[in-house]
């Protein structure tokens, strides 16, 4: 009989537990996997040695007869390993020994062999799965890759297979164990033998599994690794077969196409190619539909997540064919019973409801709150069970919970009573949402007991501040009722209290002791507490010092956190493989800068129309004209600092709305401040706008067609009755007679506003100004003017006049190419050059292409020394560094190319992206090319490369 342990006995250590589990651990290799491993091992030991003697092994042998008594010990121990056994000392020196047998057996020539091999290879790495990053397997992926293009099938099949299964370990590996597997797929030309595997598939000569093998390899490998993408959708002839297995095979063909798709659509440029395929996308709202599987329901609302990221997949998705996508999304969420569709449905309509459309009626109408109020409540009876459940119950952290707030937030904040009206007055389930939202959120914040972290509070909390922010009545009023409800017990200090805690917080000297989710989570309660209670009893002059010294320390980014940080049902699978032309996030990366902007805008605007500094009494806004100086002059120069930096949409929206309540109504911009002085100069005026008490006000009928078309009368008479010169020569000047009711005041302010994009309306022009905005259509300006909020996910205007360039007659010459001129042109009507995105497209173009995208930017360098063109130089000096830093292939070329311009600076930024190539470019002749000069400055460049390396 075992003793019992006295009370007294100590505890063991931690050494002594690790032999104890060791030991437990030993009784999982019975006799039976004993036997095969010692069998095993007599096998590899006929092969198996030490290069060296003492160090690295290394497979000898080449006799047939060895290798595949080894490969059938290697078959046998495999099959008899199960995941506990995977975690032994033993067994992993076995596999490791396995590896290096099968990397050199996969060598021979011996079909027969070969085909054990492939075989063996397979039935090993399928048993050790994810563990497989653990061990060398370099070489191993080196020896299956080469047998992708054998001639025997099943070979190529099995070693697909296999290798698959060892790149699917890989996605969560560290970067340089990925560059290293990625250099040896390119070697042995993983890509190319897949890609030519589908593209010579024929159902009449090959198995159905050759081509699904090929398809679910390729798709691994473009998941990890981005610049394996190009190679595949630009190839028109592989992705035209992939369309037509896509739209004709049977579903199991169809769910691999579809995650290859994914895989594929990660890069922009690829996404663009799928989304030309007009039978694409209903083939996906099809593969959405219950009388499929839900593994290809799930496959094809992944694909749809991906194309949702990009703006030009979120229009082609949810334009013309939202209908069957909406459908299938309501679908998949209303399995209950089935998770992962419900997961990968709610992630799907997260992203398609971010942007206002036709199709957030489309939910609507198929009962969206009803499904959502199913999600939350699960198994409960009632609304209160429902809160319980989510508060106390281990579920409520269930992923898909916060996918179900985001859910709603969009569908609020884009809401119009219209849509309400497809519910036909059904919102008692929506009235339940709001409640559970704002219960949730209330005591999530403020129950510091609570079991849940601080990072769940966040999706809750930022639903309610979104329906506070709808324009749709119903659903504010519903919200303001329930959030006030919950937070009345709370008493009249509680904003005080989140004020100070705020103050605290942000005015601490190390950057360590920021509590970040704290500090957000502040901002969006009081910014609901704010828009809910108006007549709240904030220190105004206290909370705006408090909040400019956060917005601040947020664009030193001294303050910083992603939503993706505070909100972990953001963190999955497709961040961070991504690859050219992502659409950033409307509210900006980083959300403490956002709320603070809406905590700033929602406690101004809400100020009673009385000057708050000399109580004079206002028309609109916070601060008259004689104060506004004087007030919060560092908060107001913050602010338009940070108007005319690189910002979110969101961000920029906001900004420019709390300076409005200053009377500063517009987006600064270069172009814009160039224009003011055309506004200015009668020399080129063809417009004169007649004023009822007969002044007249000059403008420029191109300028105008382009920013306030509404001033002008229709193009047809316009084209028709004005004449650019009388006969005399001199400009002609179409006169437009205005309304009696326009006043000359107002109209200058419109003029300055379609001239700069920005405009001074000080408070006693307002009304005036607002209304012949409303007329001209600017809505940008009259959104500001009549204080509404920002439209969430709205873009921020972009100051141009190239719609203008229809009307335009120019003619002159300058010596510069075609290209160059083009580009030239567009500088003048946008006052930003045309890019060249630095994108997979860009890396894989020949030197001569490249070349011929670069030398333009040399040209235009040029002219803009003689021109005095501001900005050009250096615009076409970012162009050609983030080309050329992205690829070298043409720099030599260019080098020579912008030297013989004399353009220095370009030479230099050339130089410096192919510094690193020297000894290489030295030895192969190519420096040759270049004068003396220009070699002496490389060489230069590469010392001081050379020693910053060391």
Sequence with gaps: MRPAFSATMPAPSGREKGRRKGAAAEHLLTDQVLSLRTRLHDALALGLTKSDGHGAKKWQSTDAGVQSHVLKAVSAFAGSLSNEMLKLAPIKESISDILVALEGILKTENVSVLIQAADASLKLVSCI????????????????????????????????????????????????????????????????????????????????????????????????????????????????????????????????ILKLYAALALCGNGAIILLKDEELIPKIGDLMGKSHP????????????????????????????????????INAMSETDEKSLVTEGCRTASLALRYYGNHHRCFWSNSIDEVLYKILAGSCSSEHQTHQMLLLNRDSKDIINPYVWDILGYLAVHCNNEYLSVRKRKNSLLQALIFCACSLAADLTQNSSMKFSKKEQEPPLRAVLMMLLSPSQYIFSEASSKFLEVVLPLGDDYMNILLSSLESNVTRNLTASFDCVKIMTNLMNLACLVIVQPNHSLSMRNAVNVLSTIIKKCLHDLLYITRSNVASHLQFCFDGSSCCYLTEEWEGENIILFYGLVMTYNLLRRVSFVCIHCRKTLDVGIVCHDCREYYSEDLVRVLEHALCQNLSPGPKSYIAHILSLFGLCGFPNKLGEKMRNALCDNELVDLALLLGDGESLSAHAAILSARCPKLLPSEKSLVRDGKMTDEHGRRSVYHVRMSDRVESHALKKILEYAYTG?????????????????????????????????????????????????????????????????KLVQWFYSGELPRVPPDCRWKNMSAEEQLSHLKPYAELSSLAEFWFLEGVKEESLEVVTSCLNSSTNASLEFISFAANLGQWELVEAAITSVAHLYPRLRDSGQLEQLDEDVLNMLRTEYVRYSQHVM
């Design 294 to 329: 839900s593994v290809t329901r799930i496959e094809a609302l992944k694909l749809c997540q991906v194309l949702l990221r990009s703006s030009r997949g979120y229009n082609q998705l949810m334009t013309s064919h939202y209908q069957p996508i909406v459908q299938g999304i």
């Design 758 to 822: 920005f405009v001074m309306v000080d408070d006693d022009i307002v009304k005036p100004v607002r209304t012949l905005a409303k007329y001209c259509h600017l809505k940008s300006l009259q959104e500001m003017l009549q204080k509404e909020e920002p439209r969430w996910n709205s873009g921020c205007p972009r100051y141009d006049v190239t719609s203008a360039l229809e009307l335009a007659e120019y003619s002159f010459s300058v010596p510069v190419g075609w290209e160059a001129l083009n």
């Design 129 to 256: 799965g994810n563990s497989a990053r653990q061990y060398p397997i370099l070489e191993m992926v080196s020896s299956l890759s080469c047998q992708l293009s054998a001639a025997q099938l099943r070979i190529a099949v099995s070693c697909a297979s296999a290798l698959t299964c060892i790149l699917n370990s890989l996605v969560t590996a560290r970067t340089s164990s990925q560059a290293e597997i990625w250099v040896a797929l390119e070697k042995t030309n993983a890509v190319a033998s897949a890609i030519s595997a589908i593209q010579n598939y024929t159902c009449d000569l090959h198995p159905l599994n050759y081509m699904t093998e090929m398809i679910s390899l390729l798709r691994s490998i473009l998941w990890i690794w981005p610049s394996s993408r190009y190679h595949v959708w630009s190839n028109c002839n592989l992705m035209a077969k992939l369309a037509h297995y896509f739209l004709s095979a049977e579903t199991t063909v169809a769910a691999k």
